[in-house]
């Protein structure tokens, strides 16, 4: 049975690896709507209508690409309209210890 991993939820994970893999994630989900609230933009899941907002920005002049993932408006680098398209693009993981720390990144560094 597939369910959300929420704050609410991760008591219920009987797997300690994976409980505390879901915490991490639930963690970095909260420090990225924090992120994103310092901007003065409200995060929301809940009773929003997608598609509605998605009309109101077109109908604003925001470009919306990417399967409704990426918004824009004016002008986009030529390096983000190649990634889009894929062309001459490859990807490598060279290492797992990024020191980056971006708030939106999956891959959190790894211990050692």
Not at 104 to 112: R, V, Y
């Amino acid at each position: 049975m597939e369910q959300p991993i929420t704050l609410h939820s991760r008591p219920s994970i009987e797997n300690e690896a994976f409980r505390r893999y879901a915490e991490n994630l639930v963690e970095i989900e909260r420090d990225f709507h924090q992120a994103i609230g310092s901007l003065g933009l409200a995060v929301s899941n809940e009773g929003d209508d997608f598609e509605e907002r998605v009309r109101r920005l077109r109908d604003l002049g925001v470009s919306i690409g990417n399967d409704c993932k990426s918004f824009h408006v004016g002008w986009i680098s030529p390096a983000c309209m190649a990634c889009r398209k894929g062309v001459g693009t490859e990807t490598f993981l060279t290492s797992t210890q990024c020191p980056r720390s971006c708030f939106f990144c999956f891959n959190p560094n790894q211990d050692d």
